[in-house]
């Protein structure tokens, strides 16, 4: 198979984004001095998630949630085949990975739109341990994805991260998608700059 045009910009930019602002919002979670850094590190990782969720509906073929969304039957018979260490190969997302994508969106806008109300005092203790729940459970998806990303590349032959930035993966040229939207990763990157310092100020 060839490298072919997997990934479009909006993909990769936010995927990156969200790594970013997790990891900089985690660091920054128990300092007092790194308040606003920590309240606009977490309105990244939220307003990529937003902006993630039309795209996963208007997006280039491999962004969309009907290209990568599949049953427990899918995804158990994809983890069988990694326990034989014969993953079955797929041009996007495979189903677990899929799942993972899922699950890290719908945490980082309920983690987000938590500390959001934290941030602006709308609520008491139990909201700020509900914020910290949410975040540790964010994280351990986060384990899982990046194990399943290295345990993927191993044994599909094939850098996934590297695959992330480049937007290239192996196929058959008629699997490509024609255009990476760079119009639309422009939009993206206006939006998170300008919704995530509305959201932290």
């Known amino acids: 198979m060839n490298k072919i045009l997997v990934w479009d910009w909006p993909v990769r930019l936010g995927h990156w984004l969200m790594v970013g602002g997790f990891i900089l919002a985690w660091l920054t979670s128990e300092s007092e001095t790194w308040r606003l850094v920590h309240a606009f590190s977490g309105s990244v990782v939220i307003t990529v998630a937003l902006f993630r969720l039309p795209w996963g509906f208007i997006g280039s073929r491999y962004a969309r949630f009907v290209d990568f969304v599949r049953g427990p039957g899918s995804v158990i018979d994809y983890l069988r085949s990694l326990i034989r260490l014969e993953p079955d190969h797929h041009t996007g997302h495979n189903p677990a990975g899929g799942w993972a994508i899922v699950l890290l969106l719908a945490l980082g806008i309920a983690t987000g739109v938590v500390g959001w109300a934290m941030y602006n005092e709308l609520g008491g203790e139990w909201l700020e341990e509900l914020h910290e729940g949410l975040?540790?459970?964010?994280?351990?998806?986060?384990?899982?994805?990046?194990?399943?990303?290295?345990?993927?590349?191993?044994?599909?032959?094939?850098?996934?991260?590297?695959?992330?930035?480049?937007?290239?993966?192996?196929?058959?040229?008629?699997?490509?998608?024609?255009?990476?939207?760079?119009?639309?990763?422009?939009?993206?990157?206006?939006?998170?700059?300008?919704?995530?310092?509305w959201l932290a100020s």
Do not use: C, D, Y
């Open 135 to 197: 975040a540790v459970t964010m994280l351990t998806v986060v384990f899982i994805h990046v194990a399943g990303v290295i345990s993927g590349s191993l044994l599909h032959g094939e850098n996934l991260v590297q695959a992330m930035i480049t937007g290239h993966k192996r196929g058959s040229p008629e699997e490509a998608i024609p255009s990476a939207r760079p119009l639309a990763a422009i939009f993206l990157l206006v939006w998170v700059a300008a919704a995530s310092w």
